[in-house]
């Protein structure tokens, strides 16, 4: 079976976990492939239409929820964006002492769940 696309998504303070979930994208037994696309540049529209392009090639979209995403624009962005181009998004908990007390609007209708390798090999093996 081939690897699934997948992006992720998460503010520039919660690098670290990205980080660790690349990590376990390494594993030889992992379902994904993973698309990195981090703010290299300051915001600008050429950034946004690369963005749009590597997340419209994506099978699904993982999103680190934590308490510094409702303040990651860049992050919201990446949502957004996923909500209008149909791709399947999957928010997991940064950890259990940093959710958030309210998520972000741009999380509605995206289900968020604990990060566990079940949780996530589940979801990205349901993506079509």
């Known amino acids: 079976m081939a690897k699934k696309r997948i992006f992720i998504s998460f503010a520039m303070e919660d690098k670290m976990l990205r980080d660790f979930l690349v990590g376990q994208a390494k594993n030889h037994n992992s379902p994904f492939e993973f698309v990195d696309m981090s ?23 993982i999103i680190i929820v934590t308490k510094n995403s409702k303040n990651a624009d860049g992050q919201l962005w990446e949502i957004k964006c996923a909500k209008e181009e149909g791709i399947p998004c999957r928010g997991i908990w940064g950890s259990q002492e940093n959710r958030p007390a309210t998520l972000p609007s741009e999380l509605n209708g995206i289900r968020v769940v604990n990060w566990t390798w079940d949780n996530i090999a589940n979801w990205i093996n349901s993506l079509k």
Request: net charge positive.
């Open 39 to 61: 703010v290299k540049k300051p915001w600008d529209s050429s950034w946004k239409t690369n963005c749009r392009t590597r997340i419209k090639g994506c099978d699904g979209v």
